[in-house]
């Protein structure tokens, strides 16, 4: 069964910090993505990342994909109060299971 | 655009009760998902299907069986309703196959109670 651990649980921050989020798993991913859920609703898809060692930038979100595509980080710089939700991330494996992992999620709330 | 919808958006069930929860999508998507998303567990696949017709179980099936009998509707079902299934539930629509990266769309989900 493959894991995918998010640290932290839950973040509380001030507007204008920066915060970074961690996505760990000691399976190999083919690729990972990152999704924002708030609440109510369903989670968006934010980015993917395919490549090992691949950094994707989204105005303030910074994407990275580990070397060895077992873990991944979210960085938000100058975080604002429209950044609160929670944070999934989920790996996709090419094998014959049509599965998708999901981890555990980080839920974000920016205090103005 | 309306992308995936999901009815009921909340629902209180007695144990032993019985319900479906549908889902619909106007993308025109092969592969639908069923999930289940209980505190600290993340999202668990319960069921999901490659196409018109098709079904196959995911990681959590027990207790629950799905159709989808047209391309854009996929139905799930709960026979005989348990505490274990109190949830928020959400369906949700690729493209092409998730396992290859693409892009999930999701309902808004269900929220279901059992008594």
Redesign the interface.
């Known amino acids: 069964t493959q894991l ?1 651990e998010q640290s932290p ?1 839950f973040l509380s921050i001030q507007e204008g910090e920066n915060l970074t989020v961690y996505c760990n798993s000691s399976s190999v991913f ?2 990972l ?1 990152w999704y924002r859920q708030e609440p ?6 934010l980015v ?1 990342v ?1 490549t090992g060692g691949e950094v994707k930038k989204l105005k303030r979100l910074t994407f990275q994909f580990g070397d060895a595509r077992k873990d991944s980080s979210l960085h938000i710089t100058a975080a604002q109060p429209g950044d609160t939700g929670l944070y ?1 991330c ?1 790996g ?4 014959g ?4 992992t ?4 980080t839920k974000l709330q920016v205090i103005p | 655009n309306a992308g995936v919808t999901q009815t009921p958006k909340f629902r209180v069930l007695k144990t032993g009760q019985s319900m479906t929860l549908l889902c619909a999508q106007d993308m025109n998507h092969e592969y639908m998902y069923w999930y289940r998303q209980d505190p600290g567990m993340g999202l668990r696949l319960i069921h999901y299907s490659v196409g018109e017709g098709t079904t196959a179980k995911g990681e959590v099936p027990d207790g629950y069986n799905v159709s989808r009998l047209k391309k854009q509707n996929f139905l799930l079902g709960l026979e005989s309703a348990a505490p274990s299934q109190t949830s928020v539930y959400f369906c949700a629509s690729s493209r092409g196959a998730s396992r290859l990266g693409e892009p999930q769309h999701f309902g808004d989900g269900t929220r279901l109670s059992i008594l």
């Open positions: 995918l649980q083919s690729s993505q109510g609703e369903g989670p968006v898809l993917t395919v999934l989920a996709q494996n090419s094998g299971y049509q599965k998708v999901f981890g555990t999620g």
